[in-house]
């Protein structure tokens, strides 16, 4: 009676949110260290250096106290949008006012809902597409529309036939390293797709979380720079994957005609982005040398990656998946089982990973799963794969 009588006063759009899986299955694996998992996208917290953030956070206790403590301006700490536009935002005709600070990227995707989409919007995502994209827009109800990925980026010929037959109004794609596929867009289809854009006048939204853990330390240009009609184009990043997510900070490149509206649905969100975590942050980047940092995390991921590949090929020869050249995943299918047979049995084991249809619009048959491999240590990782081992044996035997 009492869920029913809750469900009756719920607004109708509470019907198409979608949980997260990855969540529910970390609160499982921090009550329980037993577990091993290859579950969350989990940076490594011991590569920023401690004694750095203690004097930045020092810093901002005695010389700027009276300004982290209090409300700040709503698109953030000018100091840190400057910051972030010269070290992070590689893209013309960008200045400090078109830098709007959220809190992660995820707000950024929030109020890219809230602006643009309602029942009537068409949007196109990738499949697989990153889950918290969809939990950010499925709220607004959209018809949503999938495009497959090719080893190297979209099908440049199913885009065009998508955007000819379709009313596309937004386009929403994470091309570097994306999460889950691990699949990185080459600068040819970054051009292609510009053009495509432009030509179709769809509206662009780029994640770009993980442009800077390219493991070679190669940054692609975003297809925003490639595109004519900028006022069409958002770009989102974080610091969550190259600093950490503990500060809940991003960042949105938003075009000026777009700029008024966003802004007042951030105040309507949170007033303004944590003010303390961002002069924190600006004095701990003004401190070190982020290209240095980027190196060091570059390093120990492609390291991380190349045990958990050894370690699928020396115990799971059978399994397939794209070795990727950066980002913090592997995409991993396995053959001739089920995903949700492989779950049931993996929790009994302690060992997890995201099953990939969490990650679809629409279920598919073939079993693949997404592998953290930036979180663990390697003898975890091998005890955790030799774990996943015994269970798919067990299925397929």
């Keep these: 009676m009492e869920s029913n009588l809750t469900n009756l006063f719920l607004a109708k759009r509470t019907k198409h949110i979608r949980s997260s899986l990855i969540r529910e299955i970390l609160k499982i694996t921090v009550k329980d260290s037993e577990f091993l998992s290859f579950a969350g996208g989990l940076p490594n917290p011991?590569?920023?250096?401690?004694?750095?953030?203690?004097?930045?956070?020092?810093?901002?206790?005695?010389?700027?106290?009276?300004?982290?403590?209090?409300?700040?301006?709503?698109?953030?700490?000018?100091?840190?949008?400057?910051?972030?536009?010269?070290?992070f935002v590689g893209m013309e005709?960008?200045?400090?006012?078109?830098?709007?600070?959220?809190?992660?990227?995820?707000?950024?995707?929030?109020?890219?809902?809230?602006?643009?989409?309602?029942?009537?919007?068409?949007?196109?995502l990738e499949d697989p597409v990153y889950l918290g994209a969809?939990?950010?827009?499925?709220?607004?109800?959209?018809?949503?529309?999938?495009?497959?990925?090719?080893?190297?980026?979209?099908?440049?010929?199913?885009?065009?036939?998508?955007?000819?037959?379709?009313?596309?109004?937004?386009?929403?794609?994470?091309?570097?390293?994306?999460?889950?596929?691990?699949?990185?867009?080459?600068?040819?289809?970054?051009?292609?797709?510009?053009?495509?854009?432009?030509?179709?006048?769809?509206?662009?939204?780029?994640?770009?979380?993980?442009?800077?853990?390219?493991?070679?330390?190669?940054?692609?240009?975003?297809?925003?720079?490639?595109?004519?009609?900028?006022?069409?184009?958002?770009?989102?990043g974080s610091f969550s994957k190259i600093i950490s997510p503990g500060f809940r900070l991003g960042w949105v490149v938003v075009p000026n005609v777009y700029l008024e509206m966003f802004t007042r649905i951030k105040q309507g969100n949170d007033l303004n982005s944590n003010q303390f975590s961002q002069i924190v942050l600006l004095n701990l980047l003004?401190?070190?040398?982020?290209?240095?940092?980027?190196?060091?995390?570059?390093?120990?991921?492609?390291?991380?990656?190349?045990?958990?590949?050894?370690?699928?090929?020396?115990?799971?020869?059978?399994?397939?998946?794209q070795n990727p050249q950066g980002g913090m995943f592997l995409w991993v299918e396995y053959p001739n089982v089920s995903e949700k047979e492989m779950m049931q049995h993996l929790m009994e084991k302690k060992v997890v990973m995201v099953p990939g249809n969490e990650f679809r619009l629409l279920d598919s048959d073939s079993a693949y799963f997404r592998m953290n491999f930036s979180f663990l240590q390697t003898v975890d990782m091998e005890e955790g794969v030799k774990r996943i081992a015994s269970v798919y044996r067990d299925i397929i035997t």
């Design 46 to 87: 011991n590569l920023i250096e401690r004694e750095l953030l203690q004097k930045a956070t020092e810093k901002t206790l005695i010389s700027s106290a009276e300004s982290a403590l209090q409300y700040g301006d709503s698109t953030g700490v000018s100091e840190l949008k400057q910051l972030i536009l010269d070290t």
């Design 93 to 124: 005709g960008c200045d400090t006012n078109s830098i709007c600070i959220t809190h992660g990227s995820q707000q950024g995707l929030d109020i890219l809902g809230k602006l643009f989409m309602d029942e009537d919007t068409n949007v196109l």
């Design 134 to 236: 969809l939990q950010a827009f499925s709220p607004y109800q959209p018809k949503f529309f999938s495009l497959a990925l090719e080893a190297d980026g979209p099908s440049l010929s199913k885009l065009r036939e998508i955007l000819s037959s379709r009313r596309i109004h937004c386009y929403y794609t994470n091309p570097s390293y994306q999460n889950p596929s691990t699949i990185t867009w080459t600068v040819e289809k970054r051009i292609a797709v510009a053009e495509l854009l432009d030509e179709y006048e769809v509206i662009l939204f780029e994640d770009e979380a993980y442009q800077f853990l390219d493991f070679s330390g190669t940054v692609y240009p975003s297809i925003a720079s490639f595109r004519k009609n900028k006022d069409l184009t958002f770009v989102l």
């Design 286 to 321: 003004s401190r070190f040398d982020f290209k240095e940092h980027c190196r060091k995390i570059q390093s120990y991921y492609h390291k991380q990656k190349q045990h958990l590949v050894d370690c699928l090929a020396r115990y799971l020869p059978e399994v397939r998946f």
